[in-house]
């Protein structure tokens, strides 16, 4: 299967890769539009293609998405506006069913975009029979719990967020890491930072740390690991002391298993409810989100309409 957007729906669409190729074992090809039509991917007519745009109308997407169909693919389109041209042009379409959304820096699309891939890849799993009764249950139980967790985590995380943001709006650059899942959220948390603050971000593998990025770490450096206890936390957390050796602020948003299991000296352990490793993008991105917001409304920058970008981009 391939699946192409932009922006943040494309960071979206990378989380559904993994959960594609872990529930479902489809091999998912994966790039940003503006790239995806001209790399001359092999394609066959037997495989289908995903097309995730909140506002429908994204050049690049539209443009990927006509390529697609032209090769014989079937078209699906994880929108929001289901008015929208790519929503008129493709064989089936998923809505994300989000409301509309007003600010330029895409939110609450994201996080129902993440919920239409989970229930996309947990059906494909069905479909294909690779995963088993009990734990094809035990994940539409997960997607379930997401609203409430949802409302539990943003009951309780504002001052933390507050105290966090006041700390970073005094930066320059900020890096987040994650492995698996969360490493599309590092890149959507510092794209988010970057959108709508102004402030320098990157996201990053966080085993990749130690080729590259690890050469900027000092003590001006908050590095933002996104952590939950799951497959890869031990990974994780050894690449955190490698920032803590290098003298880098480490802002931890974990679980409470993390949190206990971590032992390092942290500049704040923000910590969540455990979830199901299936929910957790959706449920880690609302500090993610809440960072970027309360970063910018101390720094005094337009949060709705961010200099420069714009929400719908119909140029290629
Ligand atoms: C613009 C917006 C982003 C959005 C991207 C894709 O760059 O500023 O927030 O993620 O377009 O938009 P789409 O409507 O296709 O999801």
Not at 122 to 130: K, L, S
Not at 154 to 182: A, H, M, W
Not at 227 to 235: N, V
Request: charged share 20%; aromatic share 6%; proline share 4%.
């Amino acid at each position: 299967m391939a699946i192409s957007a932009c922006g943040t729906a494309y960071l979206a669409g990378l989380i559904g890769k993994y959960w594609f190729e872990r529930y479902a074992r489809l091999t998912v090809e994966i790039d940003v539009a503006s790239e995806f039509r001209y790399r001359e991917i092999p394609l066959s007519p037997q495989s289908a293609a995903l097309f995730i745009s909140q506002s429908g109308e994204t050049a690049d997407t539209l443009a990927s998405l006509r390529y697609c169909k032209e090769r014989g693919l079937k078209i699906g389109a994880i929108v929001n506006a289901c008015e929208s041209t790519i929503a008129r042009e493709a064989d089936a379409v998923f809505p994300i069913l989000a409301g509309p959304e007003i600010g330029v820096a895409s939110t609450k699309a994201f996080t129902c975009q993440l919920a239409v891939l989970a229930a996309l890849a947990i059906g494909a799993a069905r479909a294909r029979g690779t995963v088993t009764e009990d734990e094809l249950q035990a994940l539409v139980r997960s997607l379930a719990e997401v609203p409430r967790v949802m409302g539990q985590v943003l009951n309780s995380i504002q001052p933390e967020i507050e105290f966090l943001s006041r700390e970073l709006s005094k930066c320059r650059d900020v890096l987040y890491l994650g492995r698996g899942t969360s490493f599309p959220l590092a890149m959507e948390g510092a794209l988010k930072l970057k959108e709508i603050s102004y402030i320098h971000a990157e996201g990053y593998a966080a085993g990749e740390l130690k080729h590259g990025p690890i050469a900027l770490i000092d003590d001006n450096m908050p590095v933002i690991v996104i952590a939950p206890h799951d497959r890869f936390f031990d990974k994780t957390v050894s690449n955190m002391q490698e920032v803590a050796a290098r003298g880098g602020r480490i802002i931890l948003i974990t679980d409470e298993k993390g949190a206990a299991a971590s032992k390092l000296n942290t500049m704040h352990t923000l910590v969540l409810p455990a979830v199901d490793e299936i929910i957790a993008p959706m449920i880690f991105s609302l500090p993610i989100q809440l960072l970027a917001y309360h970063t910018a409304l101390f720094m005094g920058t337009d949060v709705d309409q961010p200099r420069n970008l714009a929400k719908s981009v119909t140029v290629e």
